[in-house]
């Protein structure tokens, strides 16, 4: 089923919305029925599944097999104001119109059914976009309820209130359900999530999640065909003990995403007169004048000394980082600098002969699951290979006769593989594999399934034994006996323990503090000071709860087998409001007053949970002192967006660190673990960049924050810097991957060969190239540059004549600026005949928001 989402979100985007967008772009017309075909026809298009990119630039799964797939919705496209939310019709004859666009479609990969369904909007107005927002946090809030125990007919009741307490005129256009269960079914009927249905989510269940509101009036229609609109948001997902899993998360909801905008905003607005030019506006300030500016261009002005003086601090910072290295890496060798030295393993199966499981003397093939051992009859005798010795196994038929092939590991096999088999002695001789010839076909197949699986079952074994090689077992917690402990009470805790979620407490003990939950007493969370690394606390001002997070130096075990750095004790900042219509007290008050009371109690409970969190994790500090715990707060006006997983958040520097601790996963980067960092995708036109960090244990792997927005280029380098963190920037994203296995094969000749300074090298090539281009642009303009010289000289006129000879330069200033004026509308109507339009070329690189 992840594999089909996944699908259904390469063919949405980026397919069809670079399809839609082109086509709107050029101002095509298309019909929505052959707009569906394209998307249709695609599906047998196999280059394209071995070669699209995910909206996260992942691929698809390598062993996808588009043979596999098949349609079980759509493509459905609908526009122009018909709208049919309940996917009953196929795409219509209609041309497509540029206002609200729905796009839906579902696929079926072996067996397993997926939808996916988004709305687009081409140059909304305010209504548009208000009620757009409000659809994503009906459609998060619904996703949020969606859990292990939970009701269906709550889930949609609590989303329909929701849309009744905010804004109820959208009350009557919310749909009827919210989706339905998906599967090997392509809707399962017993599974619509409505406000009848009674039937438990169960975790494991998978339904696909529809939220739309249909045939909104809009109150300022473009055309006849933009009166009314409809909007729906569909994801398949996986319901959970907590949080359901959205297969689908990773086509982009928000706003900026699905926004275009093709128009100018001032293009209704009458032309207003032509202002007087002041003498001292010359030909190149004039440029710079442009007659239409879009919604998405932003201010990124920078501050000319601050960037010197940045400049001049990353040089020292370098050339420090560079002569740190090359103390630090004097003499090192390739498995001091992280490059892991794999060992030669022995595996034991039987330490006696009578350990044999009995079925041996048949002179069969046996599988002894419970010593992971696969028993082979070679040469009259019994010879029992581990599960790890063995490749895999395959059944073949010829004729009447079936074929069981086993094959082993042996050198010379899996080149270019991640984990590389070593060998005691690879020079010596080895078995490949070995065939077994039966007539008994059914026996053969059902011995190969059970080596698959026991292969499997060890390769997970494995895995878990070498996830768990960081964690360190604890001391036990020192229980105060002589007096009460301090207390925090109705908290919660992320990660979730097991069970239903309940709140429990937070305890203060002589050398750490435990959670305990009520449900059990065996439920319990204890964190030693002595493992704590650092202690946040986060306000609940501008969120939805208040926060106290511990991340830890060594990762600890929450639950069944969950393995965490970082604990983090909660509580939410609001409460459930009732509207008490008819009360004895609003028959003799009228107007807001009930209303104000209510948001004064609010932030009367807002400043009280602050205080009251502030406090405690103060004590846990006092408790801690002797380990060096001291509390930290998030700075939120030095914040930025940002993506660090896969959804985009709110990331805050602290004093010593760089976290995101609202929303799980977290993030908490400390500052002094990092070596360098690097700006990617830095260039002109684009309005997101990315950050990587590089730490100085070389073999963690670089952390990345994606698409932040370019207006917050200047703060992120101003931080970076007064971090004395040294950084680089570029246009491209690199291959890390391939950076650090340079770097960790040797890192002494990595810092021989100048470090970090590949980084710069380009930043600063690149630098060059643009002022070159820049340079010659201004060149090749010899009228601007002419009339630009005039305008010089003007001014300086200006600033030493007399007042008279001033008022005449302004007379001949002004003439100029008509002979410049009448220029400018001749060069207009060149543009014009030869079919070139300059607005038009700087309105079309900017058409979308990201």
Known sequence: MRTSSKACVALLTPYFLDEMSNILDQDKKIKHSALADKVFNKLEDDKFWKT??????QKLPADLDPEQLDWILGPIVQSGGKFDLKW?????????????????????????????????????NKSQESNYKFLLAVHNLILKEIRDGATIKDVYNKAYSFVRSKKPDLEKHFLKNVGFGIGLENKDPTLILNSKNTRTLKDGMTLVVTTGFSDIQNPNPQDKNSKVYSLILTDTIRVTSSEPVVFTGEAPVDVDATSFFFKDEEEAQPTPKKEKRDSRVGAVATKNITSTRLRSE?????????????????KQLAQKKQKEGLAKYAESTADENGVE??????????????????????????????????????MGRPVPFHINTIKNASKSDEGEWSFLRINFLSPGQGVGRKDEQPFEDASAHFVRSLTFKSTDGDRYTDIANQIANLKRDAVKKEQEKKDMEDVV??????????????????????????????????EIHQNGIRYQSPLSTTQRVDILFSNVRHLFFQPCQHELIVIIHIHLKDPIIIGNKKKTKDVQFYREATDIQFDETGNRKRK??????????????????????????????????????????EVDMPLRDLGFNGVPFRSNVYIQPTTECLIQITEPPFMVITLEDIEVAHLERVQFGLKNFDLVFVFKDFTRAPYHINTIPVESLEDVKEFLDSSDIAFSEGPLNLNWGVIMKTVTANTHQFFLDGGWGFLQNDSDDDDAEEEEEESAFEISESELEDASESS???????????????????DSEEEEGEDWDELERKAKKRDRESGFDDDEERAAPKKRRK
């Open 88 to 124: 009953q019709a196929d795409s219509d004859n209609d041309v497509l119109h540029p206002g609200i666009i729905i796009a839906a479609m579902g696929l079926r990969y072996k067996s397993y059914c997926s939808q996916i369904a988004r709305t687009f909007m081409v140059d909304p």
């Open 588 to 629: 003799y008050r009228y107007g807001d007053e009930d209303e104000f009371e209510a948001e004064q109690e609010e932030r009367r409970r807002r400043a009280e949970l602050d205080r009251l969190f502030k406090s405690f994790a103060e004590k846990i500090a006092e408790a801690g002192r002797n380990e060096g715990i």
């Open 298 to 314: 932003r201010n990124t002005t920078v501050d000319e000394d601050a960037d010197k003086r940045r400049r001049e601090h990353q």
């Open 341 to 378: 030295v794999k060992k030669f393993k022995r595996f034991e199966s039987y330490k006696r002969d009578n350990q044999f499981p009995p079925k041996v003397k048949d002179m069969g093939i046996v599988i002894d699951q419970k010593n992971a051992t696969i028993v082979l009859p070679v």
């Open 473 to 506: 077992e604890q001391d036990k917690l020192v229980e105060i006996r002589n007096r009460r402990p301090a207390v925090l009470d109705n908290v919660f805790i992320r990660p979730a323990m097991e069970g239903k979620r309940v709140p429990g407490k937070v």
């Open 52 to 57: 699209v990119e995910l909206p996260n630039r």
């Open 792 to 810: 010089e000289e003007d001014s300086e006129y200006d600033s030493n004549a007399s007042e008279e000879a001033s008022d005449e330069a302004e």
